[in-house]
């Protein structure tokens, strides 16, 4: 069966005046354009396509590759608005439509937004929806606390940043663990802080308790290198100062100080540390 939205390895059946026609050998035949016919080919070779619907509404195949299939969440640029919807670009001839109702603000031409790419089961049409807490469900969950798992950023609240968590739940960093500039559809590592009583996630953008200070070290370490040796930062040092130079917390920079300085790797001045 040719599955559209997918990448498909198809078998090359025929050439024809149009492009190739491909199989997946059992009824299913998609054309595959000429612009994307591969210089050197023989009937019955394989290739791998996407599939999705042209213009006409047909299934085609193309061998250009989509910023979002389905399934998948991303960030993608709206190109138009009309009275049917917003029209996003994919990375494909034909743009990706997002309708009214799938729209969790209004969309307007040149606007990023991150989008759930899905196939509607009425039309038989790719469509995207940037509604995309409607397609993650924390009732049962596959991560548990101190997992480390994917993240797609997803969008602000007044008490952090929603994200996405391995592609299948809602989590919430909160303000005071974003030691660095993160933007709605960014992907990063993170690790499960806390999973709450009512499933809700608790994600931090670096690794927790004993296990955050081994890299923190390495970090501070590579910095001290890098600085001739010495950071002008202390147990004095204000927050603010730690975050503005190392991305970290002043708790995760003191535990690390303290592992340093305990292997005799750094010594502690009173206006800094200094590499031994």
């Known amino acids: 069966m040719i599955h559209l939205g997918e990448y498909n390895t198809l078998e090359i059946l025929r050439d024809t005046e149009p492009g190739l026609f491909l199989g997946d050998g059992e009824d299913g035949e998609v054309l595959l354009p000429n612009r994307y016919v591969p210089e050197a080919f023989e009937i019955g070779d394989k290739i791998e396509v996407f599939v999705y619907l042209d213009n006409e509404e047909r299934p085609v195949a193309t061998t250009d590759k989509p910023f979002v299939k389905k399934g998948d969440f991303a960030l993608l640029r709206c190109n138009e608005v009309t009275k049917f919807g917003a029209f996003l670009d994919w990375g494909l001839v034909k743009e990706l439509f997002c309708p009214f109702k799938e729209q969790a603000f209004k969309m307007k031409a040149g606007g990023w937004?991150?989008?759930?790419?899905?196939?509607?089961e009425e039309t038989e049409r790719l469509v995207a929806s940037s509604k995309t807490n409607r397609f993650l469900d924390n009732k049962e969950l596959t991560v548990q606390q101190f997992d480390e798992v994917d993240l797609i950023v997803s969008h602000p609240s007044e008490i952090g940043m929603n994200v996405i968590v391995n592609k299948k739940h809602l989590g919430l960093v909160f303000k005071d663990d974003i030691y660095k500039d993160i933007s709605v559809g960014d992907?990063?590592?993170?690790?499960?802080?806390?999973?709450?009583h009512d499933n809700k996630l608790d994600i931090s953008l670096s690794q927790i308790g004993y296990r955050n200070i081994e890299p923190n070290s390495e970090f501070i370490l590579n910095e001290l290198k890098d600085n001739s040796g010495f950071l002008p930062l202390h147990d004095k040092s204000s927050p603010e100062e730690i975050k503005e130079q190392l991305q970290m917390s002043k708790k995760a920079f003191k535990k690390a100080v303290g592992s340093l300085y305990k292997d005799r790797l750094i010594t502690i001045e009173e206006n800094g540390i200094r590499l031994v």
């Open 113 to 120: 937004y991150l989008v759930y790419c899905y196939l509607d």
């Open 187 to 196: 992907r990063l590592k993170g690790i499960v802080k806390k999973v709450r």
